[in-house]
């Protein structure tokens, strides 16, 4: 099958978001007298959401208590949205290559559009996506197709001509539930549960830069 469109998970696919989201779950922590995580413990449930990193950070609340947390844990991150995120080092050329050969690509992420536009200011891209599908852009989200089928239309493809790259078992879901070929970057902010087994993706990548090569190898539209 031809692969005429690559689209991207954002928070630990295409772009490292992970410092910025431990500065400020670990700022909230500390405004309200709770001891701070590790980079790396936070860094691995990145992909899960606000929720889950609030969660983290106070097992113990539940219901309006936690929601009020993730609220203000956002207001931080939404202020120091892009202090560290960069793309991912090794993607750099891979997204030039896909200028250079004008594939179209996008993005397909959980994260709130709000979010998700005010980050994307701050990042140069060789090429502008031609879709950006967030997590509030319609009213289902991965792993639901339907933000797939629609980043698939705006970017002029077929569903089944686009390879969906994620760092979680929801993002293969999502792509195999579109028709899409799918790539796990396992570079990414894996949960601990993950294994080769809830991958049932077409490609592995173990480094970004192996994306970048995959990419260097697709054919021009």
Same mark, same amino acid.
């Given at each position: 099958m031809?692969?005429?469109?690559v689209l991207?998970?954002?928070?630990?696919?295409?772009l490292?978001?992970?410092?910025?989201?431990?500065?400020?779950?670990?700022?909230t922590?500390?405004?309200?007298?709770?001891?701070?995580?590790?980079?790396?413990?936070?860094?691995k449930?990145?992909?899960?959401?606000?929720?889950?990193?609030?969660?983290?950070?106070?097992?113990?609340? &539940?219901?309006?208590?936690?929601?009020?947390?993730?609220?203000?844990?956002?207001?931080?991150?939404?202020e120091n949205i892009?202090?560290?995120?960069?793309?991912?080092p090794g993607l750099?050329?891979?997204?030039?290559?896909?200028?250079?050969?004008?594939?179209?690509w996008?993005?397909?992420t959980?994260?709130?559009?709000?979010l998700?536009?005010?980050?994307?200011?701050?990042?140069?891209?060789?090429s502008?996506?031609? &879709?950006?599908?967030?997590?509030d852009t319609?009213?289902v989200?991965?792993?639901?197709p339907?933000?797939?089928?629609?980043?698939?239309?705006?970017c002029g493809v077929?569903? &089944?001509?686009?390879?969906?790259?994620?760092d979680?078992?929801?993002?293969?879901?999502?792509?195999?539930?579109?028709g899409?070929?799918t790539?796990?970057?396992?570079?990414?902010?894996l949960?601990?549960?993950a294994?080769?087994?809830?991958?049932?993706a077409?490609?592995?990548?173990?480094t970004?830069?192996?994306? &970048?090569?995959?990419?260097?190898?697709?054919?021009?539209?």
């Open positions: 031809t692969i005429k469109c991207f998970d954002l928070d630990g696919t295409l490292d978001t992970s410092l910025d989201f431990s500065f400020a779950l670990n700022r922590l500390k405004d309200f007298n709770q001891p701070t995580l590790r980079y790396q413990d936070i860094r449930v990145v992909s899960q959401g606000g929720l889950a990193m609030t969660q983290l950070g106070f097992p113990d609340l &539940s219901g309006e208590a936690l929601e009020a947390k993730r609220q203000y844990f956002l207001n931080i991150y939404f892009a202090n560290h995120t960069q793309i991912f750099e050329s891979g997204l030039q290559t896909l200028a250079d050969k004008n594939i179209p996008g993005i397909v959980n994260k709130p559009a709000a998700t536009t005010k980050l994307l200011e701050f990042i140069e891209f060789p502008t996506p031609l &879709s950006v599908i967030s997590g319609l009213a989200r991965k792993p639901n339907e933000p797939m089928f629609l980043a698939a239309k705006e077929a569903p &089944s001509e686009c390879l969906y790259l994620g979680h078992p929801r993002d293969i879901e999502a792509g195999i539930n579109a899409m070929k790539g796990a970057a396992l570079f990414g902010y949960p601990e549960h294994s080769n087994d809830a991958w049932p077409n490609y592995f990548f173990d970004p830069i192996e994306i &970048s090569h995959f990419i260097e190898n697709l054919q021009s539209n």
